[in-house]
């Protein structure tokens, strides 16, 4: 078996992102050793889903803490004493920074199309009900690396659905994480397996190892 990349999953709610990472993990398709679960509220369920794991978890909840700064801060300490290379947010609905030792190191599934229907107040269901509102016939869902704006930075899988005329927002937000399940574990393969290429904001697939391409330092930087 490949050696297994050591990762800290963040969420705030239910946890079935995390779930689906940890069942892959179990089915031994996925070789990422989730070394902590990092929850932003106390009653999130996926804290039960760690345990029942044997994960370690850790409570932040923003509130106690005055900045996203400090809240950064708070969050990337444990992240690094558990060893973890990579950050996986799942579900998580609070703003972080990025850390430069973390820097393409955070990937984040949101449930749209990115730049489509994200940013401030935009998450979980309330995106799925403006997708119904504003009468567009696709949506899906996109995996992208965070940078220190809201839903932004480079994109490294999308997937379309279709909304379809009897769509709630409960039937749509099924089959957009169905589609979730399926290119957020892509998304983490290709990273562990060292197999993203990162020009700009384009991320490109690649067979092998990718070369650590140096960036074009825009003014500014
Ligand atoms: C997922 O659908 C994810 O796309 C969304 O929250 C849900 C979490 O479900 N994330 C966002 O809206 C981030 N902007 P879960 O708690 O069951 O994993």
Redesign the pocket.
Known sequence: MAEEFPVAVL??????????LLDLHDGGELDIDVRLVISSRRD???LQRAHNHGIATLVLPRGRFDSVADYTRAVFDPVRDAGARLVI?????VQIGVPKDFRHRIL????ALIPAF?GKG???H??HEAVLESGVKITG?TVHFVDDEY?HGPIVLQSAVPVLDDDTPDTL?ER??AE?RRIYPEAVRLFIEDRLKITGNRVRGVDGPSAETPQPQSKGE
């Open positions: 969420l705030s709610g239910d946890g079935t992102t995390l779930q689906n999130a369920y996926g947010l799942a579900g998580f609905m984040n599934v949101h449930p994200c935009m998450y979980g309330f995106v869902c839903d937000a957009v994480q979730e």
